[in-house]
T-cell receptor, first 115, second 110 residues
Framework: GAVVSQHPSWVICKSGTSVKIECRSLDFQATTMFWYRQFPKQSLMLMATSNEGSKATYEQGVEKDKFLINHASLTLSTLTVTSAHPEDSSFYIC???????????FGPGTRLTVL | RKEVEQDPGPFNVPEGATVAFNCTYSNSASQSFFWYRQDCRKEPKLLMSVYSSGNEDGRFTAQLNRASQYISLLIRDSKLSDSATYLCVVRGSNDYKLSFGAGTTVTVRA
């Protein structure tokens, strides 16, 4: 199956710093990438949908100025958590969808801890 | 009301037992249905799609009831390796967004 990677797999940072998370499709071109967040014992919540070369579409309640998404190529999308605070600590997971495909392939996730 | 609701469990069962659980979804226009498996601190992985006629994949059987808007998963002859959280996932009709349930935790004991 298609492989999606994320980097870093975990990060610990101080409050107020910005953190960039990369999501790459390794063996296919992803027209659409999705960013999710999962808090402990809760479901994955979609944060935004990102299409290559266009602005991301954010879900209600997700601040676009705080969670910057760049989808510059068909194989790479980045999520930057700006001025991170402890309440942003979570498991961030990306997924990628191929053109004309239904299945989403998930990355291994990035565990963010903000001190 | 949440889009997808699941019994969180946990379901603690002995090896070899059968375990079954459901989820309900609120959007009657939903088109596609899936069960994903998520292990602790890992990403979700597709277990199986769910079709209207019901489908089976080895020891796993999924059923869909559109009239009542619920989906079920049955695991026969449980193995220790089946211990995981099972996520019910629904896709809408107009886009490729997935809605996830919070998961049902299954623990299979020796």
């Amino acid at each position: 199956g298609a492989v999606v990677s994320q980097h870093p797999s975990w990060v610990i940072c101080k409050s107020g710093t910005s953190v960039k998370i990369e999501c790459r499709s390794l063996d296919f071109q992803a027209t659409t990438m999705f960013w999710y967040r999962q808090f402990p014992k809760q479901s994955l919540m979609l944060m935004a949908t990102s299409n290559e070369g266009s602005k991301a579409t954010y879900e209600q309640g997700v601040e676009k100025d705080k969670f910057l998404i760049n989808h510059a190529s068909l194989t790479l999308s980045t999520l930057t958590v700006t001025s991170a605070h402890p309440e942003d600590s979570s498991f961030y997971i990306c997924s990628a969808r191929v053109a004309r495909g239904n299945e989403q392939f998930f990355g291994p996730g990035t565990r963010l801890t903000v001190l | 009301r949440k889009e997808v609701e699941q019994d969180p469990g946990p379901f603690n069962v002995p090896e070899g037992a059968t375990v079954a659980f459901n989820c309900t979804y609120s959007n009657s226009a939903s088109q596609s249905f899936f069960w994903y498996r998520q292990d602790c601190r890992k990403e979700p992985k597709l277990l199986m799609s769910v079709y209207s006629s019901g489908n089976e994949d080895g020891r796993f059987t999924a059923q869909l009831n559109r009239a009542s808007q619920y989906i079920s998963l049955l695991i026969r002859d449980s193995k220790l390796s089946d211990s995981a959280t099972y996520l019910c996932v629904v896709r809408g009709s107009n886009d490729y967004k997935l809605s996830f349930g919070a998961g049902t935790t299954v623990t299979v004991r020796a």
